[in-house]
């Protein structure tokens, strides 16, 4: 189960992606490969490489198939014993992670750098580690499939309600939330929203006074640490002067893509849409 510390861990993992440094392999297909970040193991099973996978960490929890890989530590902790032992032969992580990258080249072991922030850093992860690991076909028509997608849930519609999306373990003094410089103020643009958070950063922290002069018509709560069919945080309750409380406009996605910045974003994006339509019907027709 993702606790509230791993969905604050996977944003720290939300940074802009270029283009990754080649491993050096001599040209050789990795045939051992070790994921460092949990958005990477997904990447790597719906490229269908993942019988080259040796080691994940203990975040990676989709497919199923990923929770019984080998361990090797995660985010600050990795055990570098345990990813020696695994005789990788190539090690894909994150491109933030310095001291990480500088251990792994002094132990002589190649490494992919990705990221992910936006959806084209998302699609460019997925060619990236399709190129270098031997599954380019693969990754084209997943992204394909992907874009096709996109068009197809983008909404045309001009009414975009304001939004707030919250996430993290429903604390009643202080409210965090998704800001613009993210995926997921990207998916809710697409699905039709606005969101209310203004400014430059990934996600804020926000007191109740704060999201009261906010007043958003929706509020969208990321909580995959809990089990389906939650009900919204009880800290709304002292927040009913807001127009989505008031209106009943709160909602609860639980699914543990959520906040994990891989090819599941389309679900996500997915929820987004068919709750901005959910708000849109309930708008008064003139």
Not at 27 to 43: F, Q, V, W, Y
Not at 174 to 191: K, S, V
Request: hydrophobic share 40%; proline share 6%; with cysteine.
């Amino acid at each position: 189960m993702i606790k509230h510390t791993t969905i604050l861990f996977t944003l720290s993992l939300l940074c802009g992606c270029e283009k990754p440094a080649q491993p050096s392999m001599s040209g050789k297909l990795p045939d051992r490969i070790i994921s460092l970040a949990p958005n990477i193991t997904e990447t790597i099973y719906a490229l269908g490489i993942d019988n080259k996978l040796v080691g994940v960490t203990p975040h990676c929890h989709y497919p199923e198939a990923a929770r019984v890989l080998p361990k090797v530590g995660g985010f600050g902790q990795f055990n570098y014993e345990a990813i020696v032992a695994a005789r990788p032969d190539l090690v894909i992580l994150h491109k933030e992670y310095e001291v990480e990258k500088s251990r792994l080249k002094s132990l002589g072991i190649p490494t992919l750098e990705t990221g992910a922030y936006f959806i084209a850093d998302i699609l460019k992860t997925i060619r990236n580690i399709g190129e270098v690991c031997g599954a380019e076909e693969r990754a084209n028509q997943l992204i394909q499939n992907l874009k096709i997608r996109i068009a197809e849930l983008e909404s045309t519609s001009t009414n975009r309600p304001r939004v707030l999306i919250t996430f993290g373990s429903g604390e009643t003094e202080t409210i965090q939330a998704f800001g613009p410089a993210c995926i997921h103020n990207e998916l809710l643009e697409i699905a039709g929203g606005h969101n209310v958070i203004e400014g430059s950063l990934p996600f804020a922290i926000l007191s109740r006074e704060a999201v009261l002069r906010l007043n958003p018509d929706i509020i969208i709560e990321l909580a995959p640490e809990l089990d389906d069919g939650a009900e919204p945080s009880k800290h709304w309750k002292n927040l009913a002067a807001i127009n989505a409380v008031k209106n009943n406009r709160i909602h609860v996605l639980t699914g543990n893509y959520t906040c994990i910045p891989g090819p599941r974003f389309i679900q996500t994006l997915n929820d987004f849409v068919e709750i901005i339509r959910q708000n849109d019907s309930l708008q008064p027709k003139f």
